[in-house]
């Protein structure tokens, strides 16, 4: 797919009008991250063979990659290269992949599908799949140490970052506040409470990992804070949109979950159009924060715009 | 108590009768660990309030501390002080407790009781479980990122410890291989692959992680490994042999649960005076081990012993 940015002079006042091949990118930048995983994670024969099946399983189940694209994104816009911010890309992929783990267990959401296959607990059982998910939190921390150190963000920044993102006051805290929020009446700030945790947290970790990857300057930082913060409050919003608008097959999990689960979302609290027109929002938000990259940060502003227009 | 080493030709050869007094010492640093824990995690107050409940239920159920007490006392035959060492100790204790949290669940080992008490998910829930040890077992890795650096020992070096040490090839590892192995006619070889894995990994990561905290030599380092692998191997098959030998009471744990749930252990595979001599050579190796501290490693000595010789 080709996004064309157009000149938005509310975001970017020396853009001109760029075309940047986002497909391509992003296919790319998966082959790169799929081959790093590959590498980093124990084979699949790997005693005991099990865990490392259910662990490549869901890895490997066909994600988007959305996370390590917006940590390789990030790491771009900075003038950094790819190979220093691979390690961390594969990282937040591994964090991602174990929250859906455990989060599809029947305890939680109880999910028997998941991007059109089933769910690790439905193919290895439930113990395993407590294991793989621990396992899989566990790899991401050993694969960021192996990453290299930066001039200005240390190891300790590193897994700081990771630990914070990941960690109970933050995507932790977002699983708990959903599955106590379930079959309650929430208000629009405790869902967006829940979205702050359960997906800005991790985006945001994404391409605050990429700026540091590229030794990226304080400045850089902060704007990479706040793209990453809205992108993740956008993208959580959309989700909701799509769920009651689109079919299971296109969406390759359960349509209309939320609705029978009687989840808080945004369509429920304030209606289609109203979720669409703060989800537009939170995007220029984005694109805003992004000023400071002066046209440089092409995959990101590509990504965004992607995330807000995407259909499944 | 007052555990009194003797003078043992075989393990040290500078040694003199010692008195050690175990009890005060291990009391003393459970103390400070303790007061470590609650100042390294969230408040129990902190939102969402359930899931630091929870995390803090086990934590402070009344573990023995026997990997934070490694941890220190390791430090102290290396010549290090406490400080340094602490974080450290709480980062294994915060491992150990997550494990313990997903062992018990219903999909696992589903026991009902744990040191005493209702297990996690007794408590709070199979969810709210799932995502404490979540938690507890990101916290780790914060807490061991938020240790100070030392000369010869990076954070790299610390994480990837913990990290390879929790993993698919270590911890978790053995777990799936009890998993596995439960209703199955084990061998002696895969028991002990087991025991290596769910007990011997992180206790050898103790012993290493307290040498690091004072900035061990390789030698040490070495000397500590050593230690560890033999003291975990003999710590597990004790705890075969005591669930076959104590009741529940003593226990705090559902007594002769091995042989209900047809698990392979030492007694069942070799017989309980075997298992005895076998736990005692283990034991002998480990103080072999400490050879080289010539007579410093008091409070690893005088652990060893007492983990011989407990009845609980």
Known sequence: ????????????ATARKQSFDLGSWVQNRAREVDAALDRFLPKASAKPATIHKAMRYSLFAGGKRMRPALVLAA?????????PALPLACAVECIHTYSLIHDDLPAMDNDDFRRGKPTNHKVFGEGIAVLAGDALLTQAFEIAALSEAWPRY???????EIAR??????????????????????????????????????????????GMSANCT????????????????????IDDILDVTQTTEKLGKTAGKDITAQKATYP????LEKSRAI?????????EALQPFKGRAFALEALAHYLLNREH
């Open 268 to 271: 429920r609290l304030v209606g």
């Open 75 to 83: 790491a771009e816009a900075c003038g950094g290269a790819v190979a």
């Open 1 to 12: 797919m080709t996004v064309t940015i157009l000149t938005t002079p509310f975001y970017m």
């Open 279 to 287: 989800a537009a929002r939170l995007t220029a938000r984005s694109f």
């Open 218 to 237: 304080p400045a850089q930082l902060k704007a990479l804070t706040d793209f990453g913060y809205n992108v993740g409050l956008a993208f959580q919003v």
């Open 165 to 210: 993102a990941s960690g109970s006051l933050q995507l932790i805290a977002g699983q708990v506040a959903d599955l106590e929020g379930e079959g309650k009446e929430l208000t629009v700030p405790q869902l967006k409470y829940i979205h702050e945790r359960k997906t800005s947290a991790l985006l945001c970790a994404s391409v605050r990992l990429g």
């Open 154 to 160: 240390s190891h300790k920044d590193i897994i700081l």
